[in-house]
Nanobody, 115 residues
Framework: QVQLVESGGGLVQPGGSLTLSCNAS????????MDWFRQAPGKQREMVAS???????NYADSVKGRFTISRDNAKKSVYLQMNRLKPDDTAVYYC?????????WGQGTQVTVSS
């Protein structure tokens, strides 16, 4: 049974920073590509960042240079450090785990960037 639990969301002013965390249960973490997605009101869910088992990284163009994804296999956790946040970054952020044949999602955490 895989469960993904996100934390770290909240309200932050433009230009501020937040770090999201996602803790995974189950035995697949070390085999999985881990991602962060987000979904803003009225918009489709979009991939923000991903990190493979070998720590290859991929970022959406809109967050390159501002967001950093990392993982700690011992803690079964993935993180998203978000700097220089903009109002357009406001969304529900979801952690996801991808393994061959399966894709798991967390429940999401709200990030609101507003003055």
């Amino acid at each position: 049974q895989v469960q993904l639990v996100e934390s770290g969301g909240g309200l932050v002013q433009p230009g501020g920073s937040l770090t999201l965390s996602c803790n995974a249960s189950g035995s697949f973490f070390n085999l999985a590509t881990m991602d962060w997605f987000r979904q803003a009101p009225g918009k489709q869910r979009e991939m923000v960042a991903s990190i493979t088992v070998g720590s290859s990284l991929n970022y959406a163009d809109s967050v390159k240079g501002r967001f950093t994804i990392s993982r700690d296999n011992a803690k079964k956790s993935v993180y998203l450090q978000m700097n220089r946040l903009k109002p357009d970054d406001t969304a529900v952020y979801y952690c996801s785990m991808r393994i061959p044949g399966a894709h798991y999602w967390g429940q999401g955490t709200q990030v609101t960037v507003s003055s």
